[in-house]
């Protein structure tokens, strides 16, 4: 079965300063990685993937991610961090025979200024 | 990407009673999927809907207390049937895009009294 783990429930950065969320997985075969936001009372938002190719991948808002094999990481960064940044962050994969996307438990992103 | 409503987009309900939540997407689609988000918790998916066939429910979901509708490609719906505070949650509705990302809509916040 595929698994998602964010091992940090809130992460907390000054804004300016570069920040990391991190995300490891385990899944059958090669993964299709994703990270989602999710601002107070909205939906989720649709950040970045990761299916093949460059492991550096870059997504919306400035936020990029790093797909990592041999450490079965995918962690998110952003050089440096807005308030406004502040919100919920989901990991999920996705293996590359079926459709169900599993989620990570969420980190909060507190940004202080 | 898929502009997806959904509506309620928030409802207060007795215990006993049942709540239709409906999506609307903006484009044919051949999957949609329905997540349940448990307060402060991670989210987890609900059941698979395919336009002409029953859906599939994940395990400790089931089609009575869940029933799911999909009249045609565009459109669901997704019943929580006889209430209890349990029940209170946020159901979202999830579409896949055309490079494996998924994208949500804004959910529908339910509280169970």
């Known amino acids: 079965a595929q698994s998602v783990a964010q091992p940090e429930d809130q992460v907390n950065v000054a804004e300016g300063n570069p920040l990391t969320v991190k995300c490891t997985y385990s899944?059958?075969?090669?993964?299709?990685l994703f990270w989602y936001v999710q601002y107070p009372n909205r939906g989720l938002q649709f950040l970045l993937k990761?299916?093949?190719?460059?492991?550096l991948v870059k997504g919306s808002y400035g936020f990029e991610a790093e797909f990592n094999k041999s450490q079965t990481s995918f962690h998110l960064k952003k050089p440096s961090a807005l308030v406004s940044d502040s919100a919920l962050y989901f990991c999920?994969?996705?293996?590359?025979?079926?459709?169900?996307?599993?989620f990570g438990g969420g980190t909060r992103l507190m940004v202080k200024p | 990407s898929a502009v997806i409503s959904q509506k309620p987009s928030r409802d207060i309900c007795q215990r006993g009673t049942s709540l239709t939540i409906q999506c609307q997407v903006d484009?044919?689609?051949?999957?949609m999927f329905w997540y349940r988000q448990q307060p402060g918790q991670s989210l987890t998916l609900i059941a698979t809907?395919?336009?002409?066939?029953?859906?599939?429910?994940e395990s400790g979901f089931v089609i009575d207390k869940f029933p799911i509708s999909r009249p045609n490609l565009t459109f669901s719906t997704l019943t929580v049937s006889n209430m209890s505070p349990e029940d209170s949650s946020i159901y979202l509705c999830?579409?896949?895009?055309?490079?494996?990302?998924?994208?949500f809509g804004p959910g529908t916040r339910l509280t169970v009294t």
């Open positions: 809907a395919n336009q002409g066939s029953e859906a599939t429910y």
């Open positions: 990761y299916i093949t190719g460059d492991n």
């Open positions: 899944v059958s075969g090669n993964p299709y």
């Open positions: 999920a994969v996705r293996d590359n025979a079926g459709n169900m996307l599993t």
């Open positions: 484009s044919q689609v051949t999957m």
């Open positions: 999830s579409v896949m895009g055309g490079g494996y990302e998924q994208y």
